[in-house]
């Protein structure tokens, strides 16, 4: 695996034989698919109905016109990207076996899988991924960035793509896994409205498994695709995706075995029960190309908080790792660089917590000027927070702040009125956001402390209003840096002086729990976790 990380510092060529020469795995060579982990020594059969939780229940399935998390899931099932990742985020093949970059960084060449079909009968061809690229810069919320410099997809054959681009976009690679950039048969979508055609949501695909029904409010069946290109996966007969609303349902059904899997469905203080049970695993990975991450962000429009002095004594009355203790259950990760663990090429190991000192923070509260007053109170904030973060963290903050005289009053929204008042409102001192790295820092870090995304009503941007051109030159500069060496360096350097200048306070990534039969293996082998293909999945009895 080391081999393969080596690689990239040129970033000019990938092929498959290097691929799976580095890697041991000859099985790349005839399947192209990653095996990037095994859950136990025994060997894939085939058969069997996975019972599989997903929540909440998407308005269509694959991830073309959206960023859901559970379009992002069900999506890589039917239709597939032409990439997939291990858990370093270094790229596999799948739809493109083989792929090289030019050295200027403009022009990205595809060798396509031969022999694949969509579930129509079809030939997939270079056509499919020209349409597919284009459309998703058109209508994908994060593809119109990701695709923004690409000018053409030429299709020289019917097996070769080469999407050139107006400048380099060294975060494009690693954008192309089926959650993020799934491939559509151009012959079902051409010249429809897009975001309204039927296949949306009836979706005809090039992967492991066959869309069948999708009962609203109740169930979607998937079934084996018997021609599939990656024999013999997959192993699974069936998939039954069930919408269950109720948290106490999904525990139930998670306990009595009537379903096998599901992500993020129990709460945390039931994730100890569930660990002892013997027909169950509880896994709290935080997959790289999801990237959790939360933290709290200043309104730096907020006088008080204009104050250097003011944003240091709160983070150091704010334990960090009390928090997650606390609030998390011990199962998060913290991390005080506003890249995360999950993220190993460009997360800032040396940037420490703020040290907890509520003397020192009390007296930095002094130097500014904010004196208690007569019941001991020297500042007021309005405290809002995502709903997609735990209440408690907000309540754990509020009497953090109680210890150092600020009073942090909570506010409590629905998701569509906080969105409005954090970021159009902007009606809020301090916020708790839970804003994903994801798969690469210019397409998930960039948007939150580069000073050119702050737009009043543009949602999960520079909620701080943070500005600083040293901040600006390095993420503009690593989003066309072709060196990974040195776009490192940049990302690094990046981190150290948000970190210095306190935007936000980084929390890190809060828990992931994914509840799986013991019996399921093989259900996360890539970097993609859950929003991998299921391809490798198998039941053992």
Not at 153 to 164: E, L, N, R
Not at 437 to 458: A, C, E, H, Y
Not at 464 to 487: G, Q
């Amino acid at each position: 695996m080391q081999r393969v990380r080596g690689i990239f510092p040129g970033r000019r060529k990938f092929g498959l034989a290097v691929m799976a020469i580095s890697l041991g795995m000859s099985g790349l060579l005839a399947g192209g698919a990653a095996r990037a982990a095994s859950a136990g020594a025994s060997q894939p059969v085939h058969g069997g109905t996975l019972n599989w939780i997903v929540t909440p229940e998407p308005a269509s399935f694959i991830p073309l016109t959206t960023t859901a998390g559970t379009n992002a899931e069900l999506g890589p099932k039917v239709v597939e990207g032409l990439l997939t990742y291990d858990n370093d985020l270094n790229p596999l093949p799948l739809l493109a076996t083989e792929w090289k970059i030019s050295e200027d960084g403009l022009r990205y060449t595809f060798t396509l899988r031969k022999g694949v079909k969509w579930h129509d009968g079809k030939d997939f061809t270079s056509a499919d991924v020209a349409f597919s690229i284009l459309t998703l810069k058109q209508v994908h919320p994060r593809g119109r960035a990701i695709f923004s410099n690409v000018t053409e997809v030429q299709t020289p054959d019917a097996h070769t793509a080469i999407v050139v681009l107006s400048k380099p976009a060294p975060y494009l690679l690693t954008a192309l896994a089926g959650a993020e950039s799934p491939i559509v048969p151009k012959h079902l979508y051409e010249g429809t409205d897009i975001v309204a055609n039927k296949y949306n949501s009836s979706p005809v695909g090039t992967g492991p498994f066959v869309f069948k029904e999708w009962v609203k409010g109740s169930h979607i069946v998937l079934e084996r695709n018997p021609n599939y290109w990656n024999q013999p996966r997959p192993y699974l007969d069936k998939i039954i995706v069930r919408f269950i609303p109720d948290a106490v349902a999904r525990s139930a059904a998670l306990e009595s075995g009537s379903a096998d899997l599901a992500g993020q469905a129990i709460p945390l203080s039931d994730v100890k029960r569930f660990s002892d049970m013997p027909h169950l695993r509880v896994d709290t990975i935080n997959w790289p190309y999801i990237s959790v991450h939360q933290q709290l962000f200043f309104n730096l429009d907020t006088p008080a908080l204009q104050d250097k002095k003011v944003r240091q004594a709160i983070a150091q009355a704010i334990d960090v790792n009390a928090l997650n203790k606390v609030v998390w259950y011990g199962y998060g990760t913290p991390s005080a660089a506003a890249i995360g663990k999950a993220s190993t090429k460009y997360h800032n190991a040396d940037i420490p917590f703020f040290k907890t000192d509520i003397k020192q923070a009390v007296q930095l509260l002094d130097e500014a000027g904010l004196k208690p007053n007569a019941d001991g109170t020297r500042l007021t904030l309005r405290l809002l927070y995502n709903p997609f973060q735990e209440r408690r963290a907000a309540d754990f903050v509020r009497q953090s702040l109680s210890r150092i005289g600020i009073d942090a009053v909570i506010e409590n929204y629905d998701f569509a009125t906080y969105v409005k008042k954090a970021y159009t409102d902007r009606a809020f001192d301090i916020t708790l956001e839970a804003l994903a790295n994801i798969f690469d820092p210019t397409v998930g870090v960039q948007r939150v402390f580069w000073s050119k995304n702050f737009k009043v009503g543009l949602p999960f941007s520079n909620a701080a209003h943070y500005v600083n051109p040293e901040v600006d030159r390095l993420l503009e500069a690593a989003a066309i840096e072709v060196d990974e060496n040195k776009r490192r360096q940049q990302f690094l350097d990046f981190q150290e002086i948000v970190h210095e200048d306190i935007p936000s306070i980084e929390f890190g990534a809060n828990p992931q729990i994914t509840v799986v039969a013991k019996k399921v293996k093989d259900y996360a082998p890539t970097g993609e976790g859950l929003r991998g293909s299921f391809a490798d999945l198998y039941i053992a009895e």
